[in-house]
């Protein structure tokens, strides 16, 4: 939705499903954060390497997840002029671990190690257990609302790892060269709206953030006016910054 919303603004856009998830190829439902990473480094030499695209004129945008990554890939690939996340995950293990105890904290770590290869659902409906839980990541990835022939609701509890061991928001001072777009809901109960203003906040170059009165974090997946406030918002930035 994004993609398609940037290229009708302008901006030659790449879409692509990392490895282990839709159409690539990989370990199925493995969350791993270094290959992700890779992942945007080779689109980013893709990108470069094409006639329409201006190798000096490259940004990423990520959404959720991919908000994080793109933060990480940024800081360390100078190829990347520009970076916005959307409705983002900053990840931060030090603040986890402030938030659950040290001691829960490894303990939860040391839990998925031990089951790393095991399979758990990605959602669940009730109070089934799931990478996801509760009912808001099940009203969109469990039903017809994200339907994909490629999708299949099962993860390893090794990316429940990869995930809370991921530093996004420990980038940021590293965003100095880097201009940076923050777009957050107000209200967000799986992205903290927390760590998106910490990362503004640490971030030492120019930046802009746009909080939008979001009621739950899949609003900027799919719910207007939110989609359209952000991808304009988005576009604007990235005409400006590349």
């Known amino acids: 939705m994004y993609a398609e919303r940037l290229a009708r603004a302008g901006l030659v856009t790449l879409a ?3 490895r282990g998830f839709g159409e690539s190829g990989g370990r199925r439902g493995h969350e791993d954060g270094e290959g992700k990473l890779a992942d945007l480094r080779a689109a980013v030499s893709l990108l470069g390497g094409r006639p329409e695209v201006a190798p000096g004129r490259i940004g990423l945008v990520g959404v959720c997840l991919g908000g994080g990554y793109a933060v990480r890939a940024a800081a360390s690939d100078p190829r990347v002029r520009a970076v916005a996340g959307i409705a983002g995950a ?24 031990d ?3 095991e399979l758990l659902p990605a959602v669940a409906s009730g109070d089934g257990e799931a990478a996801m839980p509760g009912a808001e990541p099940y009203a969109y990835y469990g039903t017809s ?12 509890r090794g990316s429940l790892h990869s995930l ?13 060269a880097t201009p940076l777009l923050v777009v957050h809901g107000r209200a967000d109960a799986y992205c903290a709206p927390e760590l998106a203003a ?10 802009e953030v746009i909080w939008l009165d979001c009621r739950e974090h899949i609003d900027l997946y799919d719910v207007e006016p939110y989609v359209t406030r ?3 918002a988005t576009a604007a930035f990235l005409h400006d910054h590349l």
């Open 230 to 232: 952000a991808a304009d």
């Open 90 to 113: 900053y990840n931060s293990p030090a603040w986890f671990a402030e938030r659950m105890g040290v001691d829960a904290y490894r303990g939860a770590l040391g839990g998925f190690l």
């Open 145 to 156: 609302r994200s339907a994909s022939p490629h999708w299949v609701n099962e993860v390893t």
């Open 115 to 117: 089951r790393y290869d």
């Open 198 to 207: 910490e990362l503004v906040d640490r971030s030492p170059g120019k930046k």
């Open 16 to 18: 692509f499903d990392h």
């Open 164 to 176: 809370m061991t991921l530093d996004a928001l420990g980038a940021a001072p590293l965003l100095a």
